[in-house]
């Protein structure tokens, strides 16, 4: 009766380990699918159309309104081109 149940273990653990496997296999796979099928495309949507432009005061560059990272700073509306230039402007 113990052995059966140390076996029954066994083969639970064993099957958690295989879908363990699976799920990281089939992960790995769909990522390597989804690069191949689009490898142009750019990860930024900073192209976007739409808005006003608007300068980032960190780095200068113009931003979309459409599409910048937005803070409030002394009730004003303040636009970033990326979350590390607003967390610059914070610091500075
Ligand atoms: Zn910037």
Do not use: W
Request: with cysteine; glycine share 6%.
């Amino acid at each position: 009766m113990f052995r059966l149940l140390v076996r029954f273990l066994l083969l639970l653990v064993f099957f958690a380990f295989l879908r363990y496997v699976i799920t990281t296999v089939a992960r790995g796979f769909s990522q390597a699918m989804r690069s191949q099928t689009r490898p142009s495309e750019p990860q930024a949507p900073k192209s976007q159309i739409g808005g006003e432009l608007k300068q980032d005061p960190v780095c200068g560059i113009f931003v979309s309104t459409a599409s910048s990272v937005k803070k409030t700073v002394n009730g004003e509306l303040v636009h970033f081109c990326s979350v590390a230039c607003r967390d610059k402007f914070k610091v500075a």
